[in-house]
């Protein structure tokens, strides 16, 4: 049975960068058939797609994001990572890692949902 | 940016039929996947590619796409099916993931 931890300082202050591994079980992150991400929910609100990453290194990420976020893969350990730099209070929120399905169709392939989820750890942004 | 849009919430008595509706441009060309999230758990893939149900969801949950929306259809809602709902989809190009901002199901 796949499983996918968290793990990872749970407050960190305003203009420092959160930093979080995902450890996998289970299962090989090497696998050409998913991809891996993380997602996040601020307390009492929706879930939010921060990236994900591709085994072989190829990222994906919000835009909205984008110019604060890191994504990083160590095949060796089984384990994806996750940077978010200049932190603010909006960041506090529960971050879960993820499984991506895959789909391919027309000679590309494209993230499908998340069949996996990690339990997910709250990190509060506050000094 | 590109946007899911569902309704906030929906409510339905025990045994009636739920459907939660999510609309987006980019729908006719992606797939779209449907989660139920409780209080304090991570979500849960209820359906997959539009129409699709995991092993082990109940049959009660349905899916289906009509043009720019999807639907999750719950018949015979239980009392364990109060959740939240979020649907999922990429945006026209496949590589960016979008969630709509959820939809509460309240069984009264």
């Known amino acids: 049975q796949l499983q996918l931890q968290e793990s990872g300082p749970g407050l960190v202050k305003p203009s420092e960068t959160l930093s979080l591994t995902c450890t996998v079980s289970?299962?090989?992150?090497?696998?050409?058939?998913?991809?891996w991400g993380w997602i996040r929910q601020p307390p009492g609100k929706g879930l939010e797609w921060i990236g994900s990453?591709?085994?072989?290194?190829?990222?994906y990420y919000n835009p909205s994001l984008k110019s604060r976020v890191t994504i990083s893969v160590d095949t060796s350990k089984n384990q994806f990572s996750l940077k978010l730099s200049s932190v603010t209070a909006a960041d506090t929120a529960v971050y879960y890692c993820?499984?991506?399905?895959?789909?391919?169709?027309?000679?590309?392939?494209?993230?499908?949902?998340?069949?996996?989820w990690g339990q997910g750890t709250l990190v509060t942004v506050s000094s | 940016s590109y946007e899911l849009t569902q309704p906030p919430s929906v409510s339905v008595s025990p045994g009636q039929t739920a459907r939660i509706t999510c609309s987006g441009d980019?729908?006719?060309?992606?797939?779209a996947y449907w989660y139920q999230q409780k209080p304090g758990q991570a979500p849960v893939l209820v359906i997959y590619?539009?129409?699709e149900r995991p092993s082990g969801i109940p049959e009660r949950f349905s899916g289906s796409s009509s043009g720019t929306t999807v639907t999750l259809t719950i018949s015979g809602v239980q009392a364990e099916d109060e959740a939240d709902y979020y649907c999922?989809?990429?945006?026209?190009?496949?590589?960016?993931?979008?969630f709509g901002g959820g939809t509460k199901l309240t069984v009264l």
């Open positions: 993820a499984r991506h399905g895959q789909y391919c169709s027309g000679g590309s392939c494209y993230q499908g949902g998340v069949d996996y």
């Open positions: 289970g299962g090989s992150i090497s696998s050409s058939s998913y991809y």
């Open positions: 990453i591709y085994y072989s290194g190829s990222t």
């Open positions: 980019a729908l006719p060309k992606q797939y």
């Open positions: 590619k539009d129409s």
């Open positions: 999922q989809s990429a945006d026209s190009s496949g590589t960016c993931v979008v």
